[in-house]
């Protein structure tokens, strides 16, 4: 049965573990449908400029496919409900990334095998060797489970990767983030590219979405030949990285439209 819409309300404060939540991007309207245990967001009655997924001539935002979250285990609640303690997605991690935009060419390089990539191609991400050994210690330390990555080159010559990483509970994913990967104004271990980078808070608060904090952080000028923006993602028991990088400078609006949807993804 189709889903009827819901206008966007104002963001209430909830605990971290209440599954609902109202996602808007700027005056979006966000429509959720359920069919058995698949859920899907749904788009009815919108104007083109109204949707988070469709571009527009004005701000640069992209245009993505159709947005759906994948059907879950039968009988496994969603990350963020009242019954999972843990907060641990039980959808297929490879279909919770956000799908390439129209127009744009996908990375190859980083469909791993059979959607999951090896640990040591995601830590090539990082710029010196000591990071990448410190990073890959800690990943092991902390138990990583898997990682799934998607990245793609679109027409404007942006280069976006991002890479999910599942963990076995909520608690270990922030206690990794918090104590190991960020400071209050940066990111403890340098991307390829990104030597000099800093806390980002241009992104809107209204686009915060429940349950999945962000940490966002942009190369500060001057930068090399291209900049680079990045966001940590904390979504229960999975980290996500996203990464945009442009020659001349990385667009502010399709990074937040890139940051906003993946979280609602694992939200």
């Known amino acids: 049965m189709p889903a009827e819409p819901l206008v966007a309300a104002p963001r209430v404060k909830k605990d971290r573990r209440i599954l609902r939540a109202v996602l808007r991007w700027t005056a979006a309207t966000v429509v959720f449908a359920t069919v058995g245990a698949a859920a899907a967001y749904g788009i009815t ?9 469709l571009a527009t001539a ?15 285990p ?7 409900a009242e019954t999972n303690k843990a ?7 490879r279909k919770l990334l956000l799908p390439v935009p129209e127009g744009a060419k996908a990375d190859k390089d980083l469909r791993g095998t059979d959607g999951w990539l ?3 191609d995601f830590l090539d991400a990082y710029a010196s060797k000591d990071d990448r050994d410190h990073v ?12 799934a990555a998607r990245g793609w080159t679109s027409p404007d010559g942006t280069h976006t990767r991002i890479y999910l990483l599942r963990f076995d509970s909520a608690t270990i994913v922030d206690t990794l983030q918090q104590d190991e990967l960020t400071s209050w104004d940066s990111p403890n271990f340098a991307l390829r590219g990104a030597a000099d980078v800093h806390s980002d808070e241009s992104l809107p608060q209204s686009t915060q979405v429940e349950n999945v904090p962000h940490y966002v952080y942009e190369e500060a000028k001057p930068y090399g030949a291209e900049q680079v923006r990045q966001a940590y993602l904390v979504a229960g028991d999975t980290l996500a990285l996203v990464v ?3 020659k001349g400078g ?9 940051v906003v949807l993946q979280s609602q993804l694992l939200g």
């Open 136 to 147: 890959g210690r800690l990943l092991s330390d902390y138990a990583l489970r898997h990682i």
């Open 45 to 53: 009655d919108m104007r083109r400029t109204d949707v988070p997924g």
């Open 87 to 93: 907060n641990v997605h039980y959808a297929d991690l």
């Open 250 to 258: 990385a667009r502010k609006i399709p990074f937040q439209q890139t």
């Open 244 to 246: 945009q990088s442009r």
């Open 118 to 120: 090896a640990k040591k």
């Open 74 to 80: 039968s009988g496994s609640p969603r990350a963020f």
């Open 58 to 72: 004005s701000d640069g935002r992209w245009n993505y496919p159709e947005i759906q979250l994948p059907p879950l």
